[in-house]
């Protein structure tokens, strides 16, 4: 999850649990059994007969005296009968026998009287507000006394509990805050995005300042930009030396060339002859993959199906156990790129399968946009935890650097760079015949 994620995560949950135990503790401060909403039986048998007891012209200062919001006291006429109006909710009978019992003879009615008229507007919020009880007791007086016990719960005008309103405001407030962080944090995930596009082949993409972000988040966007600058500069002035020095050695080495062909026949000229060229493919290599790793490889337009082809004819003609198979879309795909690196990828593979595997079988196919060339040999194959490493420099299977056993572990180090700087991949994988394939995919050229 992003960071923005995160904090709005924690954010509603904190603001969750601070609902949910609000709620919770006013509802186990009341007694939802109904008591808390009742007044006890023996209080309103003593009030009934306080009111007997009070002279009729201080009744009212009494009546006055026992009423609250939550309860209300009143006398009515003694023609009105103290029957009880249509209940509106079931009332338990042992609550009437209960309240019967302490007033004696006294007639009583009990009722749940309809609900408040803000009940249809929040019918659940509002139910536990509305008129708890009501009872009309027949006083010996011959008037009736009736009692209405309201809910504890305090309304507003509006129907809302009191604080609801204000929690209310508090949670908007939070998704007010929510989103100010979010957009925040978008700086964040911008730059994130722009560390994975980050080419330091190519110029610096520099991340817009965000001006009106966090000091913190704006110096750490300077701080990325330079870091993105000053890597492009090193990387740039690391490949101009090393294809500097690769030009200048591989100089020498064509002198030295030169001079062995002075040294008479023989073996010791012969290896003479091998080490020098295979020094020079070598300093090619480095210099065609510093070109590769500085963007610097020419661009044209090249028929790969070509050279494929004209890579396995040459080892056919030297007699190795090389085949290829050409699918019909494969043929005339075109891939801009550099015609030298691309030879180089297709015979440096190519070799590495004669060489390790005993043969290569080349195959060449379209897959969407892109095109899928497939070597597979009949080697013992590659384990999977060393076919990433096998792509790194100065990488072989074979653990001794004795040069006849194998090369210098470059060739398949500078095949990725080379492949890599075309805007392609190479994976390793098994062979159907056992042993070890190289799938290398390069994007087909689009026209605009």
């Not at 002279?55 to 200062?61: C, F, G, K, V």
């Not at 609900?115 to 008037?143: K, M, N, Q, Y």
């Amino acid at each position: 999850m992003s960071l923005a994620a995160r904090i709005t995560l924690i954010v509603f949950i904190a603001l969750l649990a601070v609902w949910i135990g609000t709620i919770a503790l006013y509802y186990r401060s009341q007694d939802w059994d109904g008591d808390a909403l009742r007044p006890p039986p023996r209080q309103i048998a003593a009030l009934a007969e306080l009111i007997e007891r009070t002279p009729r012209e201080q009744r009212s200062l009494a009546l006055a005296a026992v009423s609250s919001g939550v309860l209300d006291a009143r006398l009515e006429p003694p023609d009105n009968p103290a029957v009880a109006p249509p209940q509106t909710r079931r009332l338990d009978e042992q609550v009437r026998l209960a309240y019967a019992a302490e007033l004696g003879d006294r007639p009583v009615a009990i009722a749940v009287p309809p609900a408040s008229p803000w009940r249809w507007r929040f019918p659940r919020l509002v139910a536990t507000a509305a008129d708890a009880l009501r009872l009309r007791i027949g006083l010996h007086t011959s008037e009736t006394l009736v009692i209405e016990m309201k809910g504890s719960l305090v309304l507003t005008r509006l129907g809302l509990p009191i604080g609801f309103g204000a929690g209310l405001l508090g949670t908007l407030i939070a998704l007010v805050a929510l989103i100010i962080m979010h957009r925040e944090t978008r700086p964040l995930a911008r730059l994130a995005a722009a560390v994975d596009r980050m080419d330091l082949a190519g110029p610096p993409a520099l991340l817009p300042q965000a001006r009106t972000s966090a000091s913190e988040i704006q110096a750490l966007i300077t701080a990325f930009n330079r870091l993105q600058t000053r890597l492009s500069q090193l990387l740039r002035a690391r490949m101009a030396m090393l294809g500097g020095i690769s030009h200048d050695v591989r100089t020498f080495a064509t002198r030295l060339r030169l001079r062995v062909d002075h040294i008479p026949q023989g073996p010791q000229r012969d290896r003479a002859i091998s080490d020098i060229s295979d020094m020079i493919r070598l300093l090619d290599d480095a210099l065609l993959a510093s070109r590769a790793g500085a963007g610097e490889l020419i661009e044209e337009l090249v028929e790969f199906d070509q050279i494929v082809r004209i890579e396995v004819e040459d080892r056919l003609a030297a007699g190795a156990a090389i085949e290829l198979r050409m699918s019909q879309s494969a043929v005339g795909a075109t891939i801009l790129g550099d015609r030298l690196a691309l030879r180089r990828i297709v015979s440096n593979l190519a070799d590495n399968a004669l060489a390790y595997g005993h043969a290569a079988h080349l195959a060449v196919e379209i897959d969407a946009q892109t095109i899928v060339l497939t070597i597979d040999d009949e080697g013992t194959g590659i384990p999977p935890d060393l076919r990433e490493i096998l792509l790194e420099p100065f990488v072989r299977l074979e653990a001794s650097r004795n040069r006849r056993t194998g090369g210098a572990g470059l060739g398949l180090a500078i095949v990725r760079s080379l492949v890599e700087g075309h805007g392609g991949t190479i994976a390793i994988g098994d062979a159907p015949t056992g042993g070890a394939r190289f799938t290398l995919s390069l994007p087909v050229f689009q026209p605009s």
